[in-house]
């Protein structure tokens, strides 16, 4: 009997590390398990939120690099070729006459005009009788500032001075297309009080 005793006593001594290691190995694969899950949920949350970065970072580099183009395509001097309203009035008549620069240093000046303004009696403008003088302020228009171009399709304006003294100061924005050497601009703060003005630009090249 006490030999049988003993050799039970044995065998639950002996299979009580086996158990327990068996509970450890159980736990040790659970615990593996978690690590598994917790890395998949992780890369399951960075790896989009990675991909959604990169996009929106490309964008705005394309974005960029689209305003960076339009820029230099801009540079150069323009020659006028028409003006009309929103109703197709020739603002400045059928044949108006206008030269528009951009630099390169972000610039610009314009100047543009009627092709038919009369003659002044007396050669000297501080003679111009009051016909004349509102011929020429109808008739004539010029400003000079700062230009950027905040997306493809729009420059923005800073006008340091023009013949209108209201605008002095202030910032108008112009959207434009170009065509080849062909630029459009509109205008929807326009000085002669119209809902928008198109302006029609040639580029002037070298041979011209």
Known sequence: MRDGSNDDNNLVLESAPE?????AIGGSATMCEIRKKLQTSVIAIVVPGLILCLFIYNRGVVGQQ???????QLVGTWKLVGMRNENKVDVMGPHPMGMLVFD??????TQVMRSDLPKFVIPDRSKATPGESQAVIRGFMAL?????????????L????????N??????????VIRGDELEL?????SSGDASVHAYWKRVSKQE
Do not use: C
């Open 144 to 156: 000079f500032g700062t230009y950027t171009v905040s997306d493809p399709r729009t420059i923005k």
């Open 186 to 190: 509109t205008n929807l703060a326009n």
């Open 167 to 176: 605008w002095d100061g202030a910032d108008q924005k112009r959207s434009f």
């Open 66 to 72: 689209k305003v960076t183009r339009m820029e230099s």
């Open 19 to 23: 158990t327990g290691q068996v509970r």
């Open 158 to 165: 800073h006008v340091i001075g023009s013949m209108l003294p």
């Open 104 to 109: 390169a240093a972000g610039n610009y000046t």
